[in-house]
């Protein structure tokens, strides 16, 4: 009779130590499963980082060989941009809207698009403080009519940058390509007294610009030829 309740107890006993190592194996598996979840998100979140360092990288390298376009079209081809690349791109979009205004002769405008910087880019701050000091010596040179004949010459003594940029306005004056409607011209070549200019014209959202045109300018005659 003493028999078979002690068989049942020894049953049970081994049930129980069953079920416990049953649990144990699937806590251990959980576990890893939920450790190894854990590293791919971390590995997707560091791609997504290193990709979007990537694209402000590249376009700071375009900025240092004034591609300002480039480094514009750069970021917006990038895939959730980070926000150092947004304020990047908001950068470059008030820079190159005030170049244009400043190569078309209105600096008033030229000065009022040139926002403070938002991003913390070295080579887009070089770029603003370049273009705000240009700024600055055209409307100094251009407050007084008195100036004008100094200003010329002041002009010509100046930088190979700063005597290009005069041409420039000259050459956008004279074919209306003002900086307010959208024109970005861009020098490509120079011989003597004529210089090779690249005309395109930025949409409403200003995220494309569209060939306008390749131009000869002579800047001695004022001759404009359309190459393409």
Do not use: W
Request: proline share 1%; net charge positive.
């Amino acid at each position: 009779m003493q028999t078979k309740p002690l068989f049942n107890k020894v049953l049970t006993g081994s049930a129980a130590i069953a079920i416990a190592l049953t649990l144990a194996g699937c806590g251990h598996h959980e576990t890893t499963t939920t450790a190894a979840s854990s590293s791919s998100v971390r590995s997707a979140k560091t791609t997504s980082s290193s990709k979007q360092g990537d694209a402000y990288r590249s376009a700071n390298k375009l900025i240092q060989k004034e591609d300002y376009q480039g480094a514009y079209d750069r970021l917006n081809s990038a895939n959730n941009r980070s926000t150092q690349e947004d304020y990047l791109a908001t950068d470059l979009q008030n820079y190159m809207s005030a170049r244009n205004a400043y190569r078309s002769g209105n600096y008033a405008t030229a000065a009022a698009t040139l926002k403070e910087q938002k991003s913390a880019s070295p080579e887009m701050r070089k770029a603003n403080n370049k273009l705000q000091k240009q700024i600055n010596k055209a409307q100094n040179s251009s407050s007084s009519s008195s100036s004008v004949a100094d200003s010329k010459t002041s002009t010509s003594q100046s930088s190979t940058d700063q005597t290009n940029d005069d041409v420039v306005v000259a050459f956008a004056n004279k074919m209306g390509f003002s900086g307010d409607k959208g024109y970005q011209i861009v020098q490509t070549g120079k011989s003597g007294n004529t210089y090779k200019f690249e005309v395109r014209r930025s949409n409403s959202d200003n995220t494309v610009a569209n060939l306008v045109g390749i131009y000869q300018y002579n800047n001695e005659t004022g001759a404009v030829t359309k190459l393409s």
